[in-house]
């Protein structure tokens, strides 16, 4: 099997649609010379109804993170986006997006990830994706596994998503911005460099 067959079969998927109030719009970039991904925890409203990962106000700010512009972001072939959920949750009445159903990276991400053996770093991008990639390695919460952040290189980078939301956390954790940005924009420079 090819990524392309990978990628064909994850756009035809419906595993969740009886579970979603929208049709399935499953939502990966991804590439053979991808190099570093981004995995989050699944697209927004925004960004399921565009198809482009990452378009939306939480997207500029993870750009500004990765020191990197827009169309390098979405042009660059060592650069692959795939969250825990390939689709859009839906919104919770109560406020936010639901969380990724666990069921797309039961049935995807393993098959994914062995078709990206070139990737040098992956950016775990929220508490989701940590928690899956991490697992027992990971911290008690999102803000003590960010900042333990060097245990996990070279290979994985936990990141706060860039929400809005967070923009409180941001600022009760400067250490965010003053190490951890500096790093990852260098690593970057670096992944995509010819």
């Excluded at 109560?94 to 098959?111: H, V």
Aim: hydrophobic share 40%.
């Amino acid at each position: 099997m090819t990524l392309e067959t990978v990628l064909t079969e994850i756009a035809q998927c419906r595993a969740c649609a009886d579970e979603l109030s929208h049709e399935p719009r499953p939502v990966v970039r991804v590439r053979r010379e991808t190099r570093l991904l981004i995995c989050g925890q699944a697209p927004g409203r925004l960004v399921h109804e565009t198809g482009l990962p990452f378009n939306d106000p939480s997207g500029d700010r993870l750009r500004g993170w990765l020191g990197v512009d827009r169309e390098t972001f979405y042009g660059h072939p060592a650069i692959g986006v795939a969250a825990m959920a390939f689709c859009f949750p839906g919104t919770n009445p109560k406020g936010g997006d639901f969380p990724p159903p666990s069921r797309c990276a039961e049935l995807w991400r393993p098959l994914l990830l062995s078709h990206l053996p070139r990737v040098e770093l992956t950016l775990l991008v929220g508490s989701y994706a940590q928690a899956w990639a991490l697992k027992a390695e990971r911290k008690a919460n999102m803000t003590e596994t960010v900042r333990a952040w060097r245990d996990y290189l070279p290979a994985m980078l936990p990141l706060p998503h860039p929400s809005w939301r967070n923009t409180a956390w941001l600022k009760r954790n400067p250490w965010f911005e003053a190490e951890v940005t500096p790093y990852l924009r260098q690593r970057v420079e670096q992944i995509l460099r010819p």
